[in-house]
T-cell receptor
Framework: QKEVEQNSGPLSVPEGAIASLNCTYS??????FFWYRQYSGKSPELIMF????GDKEDGRFTAQLNKASQYVSLLIRDSQPSDSATYLC?????????????FGSGTRLQVQP | DAGVIQSPRHEVTEMGQEVTLRCKPI?????LFWYRQTMMRGLELLIY????????DSGMPEDRFSAKMPNASFSTLKIQPSEPRDSAVYFC????????????FGPGTRLTVT
């Protein structure tokens, strides 16, 4: 079992809809979580991070963290074709001295015009 | 800030040749990470440095791979000798010392070994 699991997709949503991307993790020591967006042929770009249970909103993006259930999600409201990309979830152990992020394999999102 | 800088952006080489990839982290960042990305294996951490010192190299696939960070603004990843299975995109990322653990990626080097 991978430490961070994501459905590879593709997740297809119509333009203007809410896209919901999910991630589960097995390491209870993970405390901070990151969402990266990666366009085809480009490098991962940090969108948001979250370390407290609950929701964190930034524009059209909302990250949700539930440590009891060990899942993280990213909601994209009013999805646009430009949001079509692969979204990578990553976890980190904070305060242990270890700085590495553990990445999931990514979910490919397709927003249909 | 210019962001993380990597060179070359593309490298095509023949099996057996030495390959050197270069990275300049964001100024003031204390951590530098080397990743490899393939379709089959996704994004894999190879090695990371803190203040120019290698901290964890457990992801380095074998002795053919080596990495150095001679100063705070430069790092290299060397493959010698290269093999076709080393073909991948290699990313460098950097981050601050603080608690947030955010990492910022460079544009990557696409390596093709024929």
């Amino acid at each position: 079992q991978k430490e961070v699991e994501q459905n590879s997709g593709p997740l297809s949503v119509p333009e203007g809809a809410i896209a919901s991307l999910n991630c589960t993790y097995s390491d209870r020591g993970s405390q901070s979580f990151f969402w990266y967006r990666q366009y085809s042929g480009k490098s991962p770009e940090l969108i948001m991070f979250i370390y407290s249970n609950g929701d964190k909103e930034d524009g059209r993006f909302t990250a949700q963290l539930n440590k009891a259930s060990q899942y993280v999600s990213l909601l994209i409201r009013d999805s646009q074709p430009s949001d079509s990309a692969t979204y990578l979830c990553a976890g980190a152990r904070v305060g242990t001295g270890r700085r590495a992020l553990t990445f999931g394999s990514g979910t490919r999102l397709q927003v249909q015009p | 800030d210019a962001g993380v800088i990597q060179s070359p952006r593309h490298e095509v080489t023949e099996m057996g040749q030495e390959v050197t990839l270069r990275c300049k982290p964001i100024s003031g960042h204390d951590y530098l990470f080397w990743y490899r990305q393939t379709m089959m294996r996704g994004l894999e951490l190879l090695i990371y440095f803190n203040n120019n010192v290698p901290i964890d190299d457990s992801g380095m696939p074998e002795d053919r791979f080596s990495a150095k960070m001679p100063n705070a603004s430069f790092s290299t990843l060397k493959i010698q000798p290269s093999e076709p299975r080393d073909s991948a995109v290699y990313f460098c990322a950097s981050s601050f010392q603080g608690d947030s653990h955010e990492q910022y990626f460079g544009p990557g080097t696409r390596l093709t070994v024929t």
